[in-house]
Structure formats: C-alpha cells, structure tokens
C-alpha cells in the first residue's frame, strides 16, 4: 500500500493505493497523523481510487482520520471508492457520519 499526499489551499489530499488491511493500515494511519499535524487542513480527502482490497482496518482508518479532522476543526471526505471498498463501507453504515464517493 503506498500513500501520496498533497496539501493545497487548506486542503490536503491523500491517495491511498494497494491493500488497506491489518498490516498496513498502522503505518499509513501514522502518516496521515503526520501530514496533518504538518499542514493543519480544514479539510482532509481520503482519495481511494487505487485501493485493491480493504477490510475493518479501512474503517478504523477512516473513523481516526475523523476524528483528528474534528479535533482541530476540519473535516474528513472519502473520495473515488471502488467497489469491494464501498461494500466494506457500506456494511459499517460510516456514511451516516462522513461524506462518501463511489469510484466515478
């Protein structure tokens, strides 16, 4: 799994590609926590376009991301989820609490 991040304008862009699974989802949660303390964004877009496979590692992902976004004051969107992604999504119900964007 390799991540990109891009911050412009308060926003900063993560494109999460590979698995999102119990193994790698520390290391790229640790990323994420580093780019935003570094940038502090109003808005924090989780792009999920290249993401082959994700299990309850992903959500967790997500709901931390969340929840630092709210802590200072922004927000968390989860862009570009492919299908197998969406099912996980849509089975944990977290698009009740965060905006969600199937793959286009």
Known sequence: MGTVMREKNGKLRISVSGE????????????IEEAVERTLPR??????????????????LILKTHRRM???GGRVLVENVPGQAMRVLEASAIDRIISIKANT
């Open 70 to 72: 709210n802590e200072i």
């Open 20 to 31: 999102v699974d119990h193994h790698r989802a520390r290391d790229t949660m640790e990323q």
């Open 43 to 60: 808005e924090c877009i989780l792009d999920l376009r290249d993401v082959t496979f994700m299990d309850s590692s992903g959500i967790a």
